[in-house]
């Protein structure tokens, strides 16, 4: 069975940068039919697609975090990352990893994401 | 972006009802619809994709419809474990954007 788990630091300050790392576990991160992307919801709120990544590094960001959003992956870990720059407090959300299927194209899979809150 | 509009925000209805929940988006997006139940403290679970197939494990109450700009979630018969939000997601095109989500709560 496929499990994502995100970690990472649940408190950054103003104007730090994000980081934030899914590890992929029951399945490779390196298969040729998924994406890997990352989604975060503010409290309350709802879901927010920040970008996807292919295995071999290939990415697609949304517009509105385009310019401080970075996605990586490590295929040897198993691993893809999200940095965030510049974050403010708006940036507090529940921040989730998953499948990007292209196939089932959907996101099937989901970590069961991580609260970060930005605060000083 | 494509903008996904989802009504009602809010629905109050009872075990054994059946509701329907409906997904508009602002240009066409053929099939490329999918619906998600999330729970409080819970990610966001596949429900159904392509707009009308059923995720394996999900219960047939649960039926999906619609292609183009118009699409529709329903729950034929209403179970205590179905009371959640509800998002639609478009992946037709990039950025992939959600609906703003339907609260489906206990009458």
């Known amino acids: 069975q496929l499990q994502l788990q995100e970690s990472g630091p649940g408190l950054v300050k103003p104007s730090e940068t994000l980081s934030l790392t899914c590890t992929v576990s029951?399945?490779?991160?390196?298969?040729?039919?998924?994406?890997w992307g990352w989604i975060r919801q503010p409290p309350g709120k709802g879901l927010e697609w920040i970008g996807s990544i292919y295995y071999s590094g290939s990415t697609y960001y949304n517009p509105s975090l385009k310019s401080r959003v970075t996605i990586s992956v490590d295929t040897s870990k198993n691993q893809f990352s999200l940095k965030l720059s510049s974050v403010t407090a708006a940036d507090t959300a529940v921040y989730y990893c998953?499948?990007?299927?292209?196939?089932?194209?959907?996101?099937?899979?989901w970590g069961q994401g991580t609260l970060v809150t930005v605060s000083s | 972006d494509i903008q996904l509009t989802q009504s009602p925000s809010f629905l109050s209805a009872s075990v054994g009802d059946r509701v329907t929940i409906t997904c508009r988006a602002s240009q066409g997006i053929s099939s490329y619809l999918a619906w998600y139940q999330q729970k409080p403290g819970k990610a966001p679970k596949l429900l159904i994709y392509?707009?009308?197939t059923l995720q394996s494990g999900v219960p047939s109450r649960f039926s999906g419809s619609g292609s183009g700009t118009e699409f529709t979630l329903t729950i034929s018969s209403l179970q205590p474990e179905d009371f959640a939000t509800y998002y639609c997601?478009?992946?037709?095109?990039?950025?992939?954007?959600f609906g703003q989500g339907t609260r489906l709560e206990i009458k």
């Open positions: 998953a499948r990007h299927n292209t196939v089932v194209i959907s996101f099937d899979y």
């Open positions: 029951g399945g490779s991160i390196s298969s040729s039919s998924y994406y």
């Open positions: 997601q478009q992946l037709n095109s990039y950025p992939v954007t």
């Open positions: 392509a707009a009308s």
